[in-house]
């Protein structure tokens, strides 16, 4: 996956016209925060793909570089349906109207490898089940 540093404006998709901040674009050889998630932000992710609200879908899937010889596609269960990540990008936008981008994998990054995204990602999430 491409590389970009968390809150980095986003420029990946030049079909995105509205400003964005980078999230949860990890890559080998690239340090991360970690830290503990609430396991709502995991779980509102999780649903927002389920419920495909997704933008920029691929036809194909990232692998988790973090996870050598592992699963492919990264799959993540959500109410009892096994959801395959890795395709696609979701948007949230903070409390103070910021834009956020991120790979939908990003919900493996926190689950499986304790990532731990901005604090205004985060905070996007307020109240999520």
Known sequence: MTHFSDLSPYSYRASDTRPALNVGWLAAGHAFPTGPVPERVVRAILRMTAERRLVNRTRGWHECFLCPAGPYPIR???????????????????????????PNLVAHYIGAHSYRPPQGFIDAFPGCV
């Open 76 to 102: 993540m269960d959500f109410e009892g349906t096994e959801l395959a990540l890795g395709d696609a990008e979701i948007r949230v936008v903070g409390p103070d109207g910021t834009v956020y981008a991120a």
